[in-house]
Structure formats: C-alpha cells, structure tokens
C-alpha cells in the first residue's frame, strides 16, 4: 500500500519541515508553512520512455543543426539565443496582463503558420494548454491575433497526467503550459498553486520533454515583491527563465532572459501591445526618444548596451527643495544605491548643494537599466535640474563615475556612439581614456573629459 505522510511545507520557498514552525528557517516569512499530505508510491518515470543509451565520449556525441529552429517572432529568437532548442523548457513570468499568453498564442500561430515540420519533431502540431481560460474563451483572443492554422490543438485541462498522455499521443512540435501554477498531480494530496503541486508538475513536464526531445513552454505567476511564485527550485529545473518587464498601462514590454542555458542573459526584446496582439520594435532607440521634451532642464540621452544591442534611452531628472528634515530619494528604472552614491560624488567633488534637495530620477519608457556607463548621464541630468540648465537635443553623455569623480572608460564605445549617430547625435561626451582606441567615422564630435566637473562644463548652457 501508498505510505500516507504528513508535512509541512512553506509556500513562500519550499522549505519542509516534520512540524509546524510559525517562522520559515529559510526564507524567514511568519505563518508560511502550511500541512501537506504526501502519498508516496512506485511509479514510472518518464524517462522510461526514451530509449536509453550508455555512457559516451563527449567527443564522440553528433551535433545537429536542427537542434535550434526559428520561431519567426525576431524579438523572441533574440531572447532564446536564436530559436527554440529541441527539449528545452521555458518559464516564462510577468505580472497579469502583461503580455504573457499573448506572446506565446502569437508564436504558436507563427510557427503554425509557417509549417514547423522541423521545429522539435516530425511532427507539425503544436500543443497548447490552457488551463486558467477555457476553449472558447482562447479562440476568442486566438481570433484577435490573426487566421488560425489547422495544426493547432488546445485543451482545458489542469491534470498533469492527462497532459503528458495527450502529448505523447499527438508527439507536438512545441507544449505551451497556461499556466504551470494551476496545474496539479493527483498523486499529492495539496491544492493546485501549492510549493508540492508546482515542484512536482514541473518536474513531470521537464522529464517529459528531455525523454521526447519536445520543448516545453510554462507560464508562470509572480508574487506582489515580482518573483516567479511558487518554489525556488523551479527556476533551476528549467533552461531558460524569461521575465516580462513594463507597466500595463504604456504600451512598451520589455522580455528579458534572467537564466539561459543556451545563449545571453543580456539580451532583451522590445515589443508593443496593439489591438492585434504584441508588435516587434526593431528600433527602440527612436521609438523610446520620440517624444522627448524640447530644452527641458534634466533631460540626458544616454546609450546603453543590452546584449548585443545598443539602446538609446532617455534619463529624466527632477531636483526640488525640500520641506522635509530628510529630503526623499526617488529612482525607477535604476538601482536606489547606485543614484546615492552618485548624489553623494556631485555633492563632495563637484560642489553642488543636494542635501537639502529632493530628487527623483526616471528611465522613460519603463525600462530598467544597470551598467555603470550611464552614471555620467545621471549625473549631468540631476545637475542640469538643479541649476535649470538644459542639455543640447543633439548630445549623448557616456560614462561610469568613480568616488573620487574621475570618468573611467566604458564598453564598447563604437557600438554605442554609431547608433546615436545613426540617431542624428552631433555630440558626445565620453570619458578621455576611452578617445584613445575609438575609430568613428563620421561628423559627430568626441569630447573627452576626465571629471564630472569637466563634463558639466562642457554639456551645460549655463
């Protein structure tokens, strides 16, 4: 007979434990664990069902071209590396309505549509399971997004182990799982959405696509903090770990790869959300600057590298006194210390009077970025708020900034500067070090400086 065991299990971590504790050891959250019954029984695994082969040399393995196929969306070969790898499980994670069973539906109906009899099988189906919406209800947004091909097969259904018997009876070309947080597996006696339910299902559905070479596409919650739900050792099951970035109420969404294991974890997509669905943005740069304001003080275009793509965005300060004892710190799209340490610089080495300023920093368009070739930029549009001195339309401000207020030398400068020459930028002010190896062609005009002060002097009016 089953053995029947109790435990308790956090659904903030999935930390378990024998006996209840009011405080996860592990995550450190107050009343997360909760009882779950655990029937444990001999059954198969689903690798059984692959042919299993001996151990062999590395050297000796056969490589395929075939292993990545297209998924005629650009912006998503992008993200994957260039395609979809046969076997390979995708989380895919966002906050609702972000974008997130739009983007798959579309690529199930490019991939249909252009007969993906090579996409991961022979076969030329694609699997579509969606289990927060019912059938009508998917072919209503299906209808939305364009004609619908005859090869594409959708089920309701949360059960994992009816899933897995309708894939190996179809063989599909690609499984999308709506989402991998209402699924469950009988065999567990916890609710769907449960640590247990998420850990276990996930684990049949990355099984059942190593054994029959089918990758496999989960649609995956995130909590109000914007984590994956559900425990942390799903994003370690999978190959890759998508997260979709942007505000529903703008039209921009930003696709971004946290984890891959078959290409960048850099690179990131841009699309659009119409009436008709997700639109590509081939060029970002232009779209994310074409509303700037015209001789507005803090304002700064900074271009950035995501991946392999230079980006052109646009850096908006705003500097206030303050009424308060403390004076607020605001930032979106950057990190919080970075802009700190970068006020704390501007106050010490170039002499500018912000400890009794509020300020608020903003990347327009909702996007996020990191590097440090941006700090010269932030620094200049919170000194260009502060003396009500606008940027030149026509220059870009390229640098990282170190404590003692020298420009240090970025990354690929090239790349960066000819897109904003390509852009119509006239000016740019980079670090002095990073003058000596760059070989621009072109009208625009290279001035190097060395500190934050030099570069203030030279961007700013007055």
Not at 41 to 63: C, H, I, K, W, Y
Not at 147 to 161: A, H, Q
Not at 235 to 247: A, I, K, P
Not at 355 to 363: E, H, K, L, T
Request: proline content about 4%; charged content about 20%.
């Amino acid at each position: 007979m089953a053995k029947v065991k109790s435990i308790f299990t956090c659904q903030q971590c999935g930390y378990q434990s024998a006996k209840w504790l009011g405080r996860c050891p592990d995550c450190n959250n107050w009343n997360s664990l909760t009882e779950e019954t655990q029937i444990r029984e001999t059954r198969p695994s689903l690798r059984q069902f692959a042919n299993p082969q001996p151990p062999q040399l590395l050297s000796d393995v056969q490589g395929s071209d075939e292993i990545r196929q297209s998924t005629n969306i650009e912006e998503l070969d992008r993200i994957l590396g260039g395609g979809i790898v046969s076997g390979s499980v995708v989380l895919v994670g966002g906050e609702p309505g972000i974008g997130k069973s739009t983007l798959l539906l579309q690529a199930c109906l490019a991939a249909c549509r252009r007969a993906c009899q090579k996409l991961a099988s022979a076969s030329s189906s694609i699997l579509y399971v969606s289990a927060e919406e019912s059938i009508q209800q998917t072919k209503l947004r299906a209808l939305r997004l364009g004609e619908i091909p005859k090869d594409l097969y959708i089920v309701s259904e949360t059960n994992v182990d009816l899933i897995t018997q309708y894939v190996r009876k179809l063989s599909p070309a690609l499984v999308v799982i709506d989402s991998i947080q209402v699924m469950y597996n009988p065999d567990l006696s916890s609710g769907a959405g449960s640590v247990s339910q998420v850990r276990e299902c996930s684990g049949v559905l990355t099984a059942l696509a190593k054994a029959s070479n089918i990758p496999v596409f989960l649609v995956g919650h995130v909590t109000k903090e914007g984590y994956l739900a559900g425990p942390r050792v799903l994003e370690h099951m999978v190959d890759t770990v998508l997260y979709f970035e942007g505000q529903r109420e703008t039209s921009f969404r930003i696709l971004r790869a946290v984890k891959n294991r078959f290409g960048s974890t850099n690179e990131i997509g841009v699309f659009q959300m119409t009436g008709c669905g997700l639109a590509q943005v081939n060029n970002p740069s232009q779209l994310l600057l074409a509303q700037r304001p015209k001789q507005a003080a803090g304002s700064v275009v900074v271009p950035c590298i995501e991946g392999t793509r230079p980006l052109l965005v646009e850096i908006q300060a705003l500097v206030s006194r303050s009424g308060l004892v403390m004076p607020r710190r605001w930032c979106s799209g950057l990190d919080y210390n970075r802009i700190a340490l970068l006020i704390a610089v501007l106050e010490k080495r170039a002499g500018l009077g912000l400890a009794s300023q509020d300020i608020f920093v903003n990347v327009v368009g909702g996007i996020k970025v990191q590097e440090p070739a941006i700090d010269l930029g932030i620094a200049v549009a919170v000194a260009s708020s502060l003396k009500e001195a606008p940027v030149e339309q026509q220059d870009i401000v390229l640098g990282e900034i170190g404590l003692g207020a020298e420009v240090r030398g970025v990354t690929q400068p090239e790349v960066r500067i000819k897109e904003a020459q390509r852009l119509g930028f006239k000016r740019c002010i980079i670090a002095k070090n990073n003058l000596k190896s760059l070989k621009i062609k072109g009208s625009i005009e290279l001035i190097g400086v060395e500190t934050v002060s030099e570069a203030l002097e030279a961007v700013l009016k007055k």
